[in-house]
Structures are given as structure tokens and as C-alpha cells.
């Protein structure tokens, strides 16, 4: 089992920035990928980013790259998403959530899930 956390949600204005950090504990996530999700009010979950636990390997939507950067702490057992330059399409409730295997797009491919942290850009 693993046991995720969210946090650094908030409000913020459009063109700002946010670090949403998630902090997992339990089973060693040694061969583990760590995505971050969205969902929008009436709106199905997406993919947002993602990224290896070991290795380089990382992906993002098309809709932030070059805005979002994710990253990880090992010694931490913390994956990080930095949000630069939001927009008001960014508000969301952001989810990370864990998967062993490599990176997916697919939130039914990760096991486990965060209860979300709220996201609000206003405009």
C-alpha cells in the first residue's frame, strides 16, 4: 500500500505561480511512476504530468508544457509540480497518484490517489 498527500493548493492570480507538493509513504516506490491529475467542475480527470521514480523519465499535457515543471526529492519520498504562468483553465482539483510501471496518461493505470488539493486561478 502507499499512502498519498497533497498540498499547496490555493488562490492565486492569472499569471502567477504555485508548488503543489505530494508526499508519499508505505511501499518503496522503487520502480514507480508519480503522475499529478486534474479535475475541473463538470470535467473529466486528466493527466497533467508525470514522472519516474528512478531514472530521468518525465511527460507533460500539451496544455502546460513549458509552464509546469514536476520533480522529485528521493530522500524525501516528495514529487513536486511547479505551476508557473496559470491561467484561468488551470483551476482544478489536482490529484497525485502512483503506479508501478513506467509513465501513463490513463488515471485508471495508477492505483493510488491522493484526496486532491484545490487549484483556483482567478482571472
Known amino acids: 500500500q502507499v499512502q498519498v498527500a497533497e498540498s499547496g493548493g490555493g488562490l492565486v492570480q492569472a499569471g502567477g505561480s504555485l508548488r503543489l507538493s505530494c508526499a508519499a509513504s508505505?511501499?518503496?516506490?522503487?520502480?514507480?511512476?508519480v503522475g499529478w491529475f486534474r479535475q475541473a467542475p463538470g470535467k473529466e480527470r486528466e493527466f497533467v504530468a508525470a514522472?519516474?521514480?528512478?531514472?530521468?523519465?518525465?511527460d507533460y499535457a500539451d496544455s502546460v508544457k513549458g509552464r509546469f515543471t514536476i520533480s522529485r526529492d528521493n530522500a524525501k519520498n516528495t514529487v513536486y509540480l511547479q505551476m508557473n504562468s496559470l491561467v484561468f483553465e488551470d483551476t482544478a482539483v489536482y490529484y497525485c497518484?502512483?503506479?508501478?510501471?513506467?509513465?501513463?496518461?490513463?488515471?485508471?493505470?495508477?492505483?493510488?490517489w491522493g484526496q486532491g488539493t484545490q487549484v483556483t486561478v482567478s482571472s
Open positions: 514522472v519516474v521514480w528512478t531514472g530521468r523519465g518525465a
Open positions: 508505505g511501499r518503496t516506490l522503487i520502480y514507480a511512476t
Open positions: 497518484a502512483v503506479r508501478y510501471g513506467g509513465i501513463e496518461h490513463f488515471n485508471r493505470a495508477y492505483q493510488y
